[in-house]
């Protein structure tokens, strides 16, 4: 998720402020006849359509619509009017990326997200709350799976009027995120893996859905040339691994106040992250033992408290934070600065953002 924008030059305003409110708008729009209006209260007094709802609306980055937008201004020509299915396009983006959400939530058992409970953590409490027969856990995680796919099947639905180029580049990225989240309970099943394979998760996983093809989709949309998409796709290919590695920085260091979720948890299930996948060339061999020593079960807190100060020890935060310094460099280069200016500078301040908000 990112976080709040720094302040920006009044030559190079930010993504319309109204282009994201009308994505939001048409995304909650679309779930109103999700399934009625039934209210449950073992489904926290709403229903399976209103909760899909209070997660879209409970906030986060926007970065995706946000990215489109700016692909289509880099890519549009001059003076060229925003088209109706800019926003239409950065609305499917908002109800798949919250599809996403919902479903790791419940792969990861994530208590929180933006701040509030996950979907099925608060199913959970409904149901014992009004007294629901059966395990609470299961019922919840079932809901919640629900949720996840009432939001992606009106991902689809919104999607399919767009453009034959930009619904296939839509499509391919669908793909690209189921396979991304089923290669991350795969790695994490296999165990310790190396850099590569963390790196391909990652970018298919976060990388390449948050940042490379909204970029590309936004391009597509404003008619892009072959060589102006190759520029799109190459900065959103450093950006989003950026993106990820930041990601996986705050999963350790950050602030549940401005992030939303706890920390700690990647390290407690010992997740094959690129963050850890780096920290194992660095580690000494007690932090090394706990990566790797009884992995099947999660770590205690006084264990995750021990190897995040090994993480610390060994210099791991400074690395990250490099890493992503170089990696925003080489994106930043790749763009024309004309057609960045075009795009309201919004590309280099996301760039500088992700860099700027490293824990």
Do not use: N
């Not at 027969?133 to 639905?157: K, M, T």
């Not at 839509?170 to 994490?188: C, I, K, P, R, T």
Request: glycine share 10%; proline share 7%; with cysteine.
């Amino acid at each position: 998720m990112l976080l709040a924008p720094p302040a920006r030059p009044a030559q190079a305003p930010a993504v319309p402020a109204d282009h994201v409110e009308r994505c939001v708008e048409l995304a909650l729009r679309t779930l109103e006849h999700g399934d009625g209006e039934r209210r449950e209260p073992l489904l926290d007094g709403t229903s399976i359509a209103g909760l899909a709802a209070r997660q879209v609306a409970s906030g986060g980055g926007r970065i995706r619509p946000g990215l489109a937008w700016a692909g289509w201004a880099y890519a549009a020509a001059p003076g060229t009017t925003e088209p109706a299915d800019l926003v239409r396009l950065g609305a499917a983006l908002e109800l798949l990326h919250t599809f996403a959400l919902v479903h790791d939530d419940v792969m990861d058992e994530s208590p929180t997200r933006r701040g509030i409970p996950t979907t099925h953590v608060a199913v959970a409490a409904a149901h014992r709350a009004h007294g629901g027969v059966g395990d609470p856990q299961r019922f919840a995680e079932s809901v919640a799976v629900l949720v996840g796919d009432l939001l992606h099947a009106r991902a689809l639905v919104l999607a399919a009027p767009l453009p034959a180029p930009v619904h296939a580049r839509f499509a391919e990225m669908v793909l690209e995120l189921v396979d991304g989240q089923a290669q991350d309970v795969l790695a994490a099943a296999a165990g310790p893996g190396d850099l590569d394979r963390a790196r391909e998760v990652a970018l298919l996983k976060t990388g390449r859905y948050s940042v490379q093809r909204p970029l590309e989709l936004g391009g597509t949309l404003g008619s892009a040339s072959p060589d102006v998409l190759r520029e799109l796709s190459r900065y959103g290919e450093l950006v989003g691994e950026a993106f990820a590695l930041r990601d996986d920085a705050l999963g350790v260091w950050g602030d549940p106040e401005r992030t939303g979720k706890p920390v700690g948890d990647d390290l407690r299930d010992r997740k094959q992250t690129m963050m850890l996948a780096l920290a194992r060339d660095l580690l000494p061999p007690a932090g090394l033992a706990l990566l790797d020593t009884d992995s099947g079960r999660a770590l205690a807190t006084d264990e995750v408290a021990e190897l995040t100060a090994h993480l610390e020890a060994v210099g791991l935060r400074q690395a990250v934070a490099q890493r992503v310094e170089h990696l925003i460099g080489e994106a930043v280069e790749v763009l024309d600065p004309a057609r960045a200016e075009a795009a309201g500078g919004h590309l280099e301040t996301v760039a500088h953002e992700i860099a700027g908000s490293m824990p």
